[in-house]
């Protein structure tokens, strides 16, 4: 008799814990999101994220002058914009804008070194450069637009009889 008791109040206990946890769950708050960034860009800035930023960083190592950094900071304000522009245009495909950004930093290059003295350009190439070479022994991204070669068939990963069901044949040895 009190095997029955002790099961049957196990049930109803567990059937009101069920039934009330889901509305002590929606009394609670709502995971916090992160803030949206003040000028509404596509991703947060920093190491991967802020090539203008990158620049701007390796420029403060040349001791512009005072009129170069009049001519560098609208440079590199037009970068932002632009590249913002890009990030945020739904009109343009996911695949369009790595090239898309590659061509617009290659402008933002090519204007900076068009400000700086010969001296200042070799330092900005060797400092470029190095991030190059540390981010690629990190295994970063590639930059430039060039995903290297396309496979064949797409990016569906390699083809084997059956479809896409099933694993793929064993290698022959």
């Known amino acids: 008799m009190f095997g029955k008791m ?9 059937a ?16 916090e999101k992160k803030p949206a960034k003040k000028d509404g860009g596509p991703r947060e800035g920093g190491p991967k994220g802020d090539r203008a930023k990158m620049i701007q960083d390796e420029l403060a190592k040349l001791n512009l002058t005072d009129d170069q950094k009049k001519k560098t900071d609208p440079i590199l304000e037009k970068f932002k914009d632009d590249s913002h522009k890009i990030m945020s245009d739904d009109s343009i495909k996911p695949e369009d804008k790595r090239p898309k950004m590659a061509e617009l930093f290659k402008g933002l290059i090519a204007d900076i070194n068009a400000v700086l003295t010969p001296e200042q350009q070799a330092q900005f190439k060797k400092d470029q450069d190095e991030r190059k070479a540390k981010r690629d022994a990190e ?15 797409g990016d569906k990963g390699p083809k084997h009889e059956g479809g896409d069901k099933g694993p793929p044949p064993a290698p022959a040895n």
Do not use: H, T
């Not at 002790?6 to 567990?14: D, E, H, M, R």
């Not at 009101?16 to 995971?31: G, L, N």
């Open 6 to 14: 002790k099961f049957i109040v196990a049930g109803l206990s567990l």
């Open 139 to 153: 295994g970063g991204p590639k930059r430039g637009g060039d995903k290297g070669p396309k496979k064949e068939g």
């Open 16 to 31: 009101s814990i069920v039934m009330v946890a889901p509305q002590v769950r929606a009394d609670e708050a709502p995971p």
